[in-house]
């Protein structure tokens, strides 16, 4: 059983156009985290969030990103109006760094 | 600032060679974790070691190895007689503990590996 499931799998949108990634963490944790992969890329750290709140966020998370917890589980990245750049693939972890992340199965997303 | 460099961005073995990828760091830290994860074609991050900076055991889990040298900030994984399936990128991963995990973790390019049959 995965410790993490993403959805949705893959997501195809026009510029401009706002998204909304979703993680779901198969057990509560205290650290999530969004990272972003560009095809043949390295992996990159968005933003960590704790109790709810945005812990440490990365130069890549700018006004254009946001997370938020809604519902006490789904744990949701938002793209306002997502540009060509933004097209990669977005993983969400759980864990901490004293313990180990988890890693979901990432959405790839492609904006044309 | 923290740093992971992979200087090999892709390695070529035949099947049932030992082959073995690099990773150097670095970090002001005193406390920090090092990681190697898997990624197949298929696309996940699949987690294979953690590793704080007070254990300089070198460790074992079947075929692969890794031999971690804080003197040379250095944290290399082997892997013993290579099989097709072996084939991935492979990225190793470095975190400092400053910040309890805010911080999330920094990845190196990663290393293409490929095993021809």
């Given at each position: 059983?995965?410790e993490v499931?993403?959805?949705p799998?893959?997501?195809?949108?026009?510029?401009?156009?706002?998204?909304?990634?979703r993680?779901?963490?198969?057990?509560?944790?205290?650290?999530?985290?969004?990272?972003?992969?560009?095809?043949?890329?390295?992996?990159?750290?968005?933003?960590?969030f704790y109790n709810?709140?945005?812990s440490?966020?990365s130069e890549?998370f700018?006004?254009?990103?946001s997370v938020e917890?809604?519902?006490?589980?789904n744990?949701t990245?938002?793209i306002?109006?997502t540009?060509?750049?933004?097209s990669a693939?977005y993983?969400?972890?759980?864990?901490t760094?004293?313990?180990?992340q988890?890693?979901?199965?990432g959405?790839?997303?492609?904006?044309? | 600032?923290?740093?992971?460099?992979q200087?090999?961005?892709?390695?070529?073995?035949?099947?049932?060679?030992?082959?073995?990828?690099d990773?150097?760091?670095?970090?002001?830290?005193?406390?920090y974790y090092?990681?190697?994860y898997k990624?197949?074609?298929?696309?996940?991050?699949?987690?294979?070691?953690?590793?704080?900076?007070?254990?300089?055991q070198?460790?074992?889990?079947?075929?692969y190895?890794?031999?971690?040298?804080?003197?040379?900030?250095?944290?290399n994984f082997?892997i013993?007689a290579?099989?097709?399936v072996?084939?991935?990128?492979?990225?190793?991963?470095?975190s400092?503990d400053?910040?309890?995990?805010a911080?999330?973790?920094?990845?190196?390019?990663?290393?293409?590996?490929?095993?021809?049959p």
């Amino acid at each position: 059983e995965p410790e993490v499931t993403q959805t949705p799998s893959h997501q195809v949108t026009q510029m401009g156009q706002e998204v909304i990634l979703r993680c779901v963490p198969i057990s509560n944790h205290l650290y999530f985290y969004w990272y972003r992969q560009i095809l043949g890329q390295k992996v990159e750290f968005l933003v960590s969030f704790y109790n709810n709140e945005i812990s440490e966020k990365s130069e890549i998370f700018d006004d254009q990103f946001s997370v938020e917890r809604p519902d006490g589980s789904n744990f949701t990245l938002k793209i306002r109006s997502t540009k060509l750049e933004d097209s990669a693939m977005y993983f969400c972890a759980k864990g901490t760094v004293q313990e180990t992340q988890y890693f979901g199965p990432g959405t790839r997303l492609l904006v044309l | 600032a923290q740093k992971v460099t992979q200087a090999q961005t892709e390695i070529s073995v035949v099947e049932k060679e030992d082959v073995t990828l690099d990773c150097v760091y670095e970090t002001r830290d005193t406390t920090y974790y090092l990681f190697w994860y898997k990624q197949p074609p298929s696309g996940e991050l699949v987690f294979l070691i953690r590793r704080n900076s007070f254990d300089e055991q070198n460790e074992i889990s079947g075929r692969y190895s890794w031999n971690f040298q804080k003197s040379t900030s250095s944290f290399n994984f082997t892997i013993t007689a290579s099989q097709v399936v072996d084939s991935a990128v492979y990225f190793c991963a470095l975190s400092e503990d400053e910040r309890g995990g805010a911080d999330g973790l920094t990845f190196g390019k990663g290393t293409h590996l490929i095993i021809q049959p």
